[in-house]
């Protein structure tokens, strides 16, 4: 991982006009790792608002492999670490909730 005076000192606002945050030079280091550069708004959100530590491991477990599409693996790794793809429980309502309506 970088230092953000090493990326600052890299930092070409013509070219690199993505990246103006820490979260943004991570996610565009997952692009480049992973061969995805068409997503870099999706890794840019993920490194945004998902714990780094989780994204490292699933970039290591990915990067070890010899997968077509890394992409892929990355996205189903973190499915199954549980960190994307959960969907929200519907709140029950209480019992005396229910009962007050009839």
């Given amino acids: 991982m970088q230092s953000i005076g090493s990326i600052l000192k890299k930092f070409d606002p013509v070219e690199?006009?993505?990246i103006s945050r820490e979260f943004q030079s991570f996610g565009m280091h997952l692009a480049e790792k992973l061969?995805?550069?068409n997503r870099k708004s999706l890794y840019i959100k993920l490194a945004k608002t998902l714990p780094r530590s989780v994204l490292e491991e699933a970039l290591r477990f990915v990067v070890d492999s010899n997968a077509k599409s890394k992409g892929a693996l990355f996205m189903w790794k973190l499915k199954e670490l549980?960190?994307?793809?959960?969907?929200?429980?519907?709140?029950?309502k209480k019992k005396e909730e229910t009962e007050s309506l009839f």
């Fill in 16 to 18: 690199h006009k993505y």
């Fill in 35 to 37: 061969q995805d550069s």
């Fill in 82 to 92: 549980g960190v994307i793809g959960k969907k929200p429980e519907p709140k029950k």
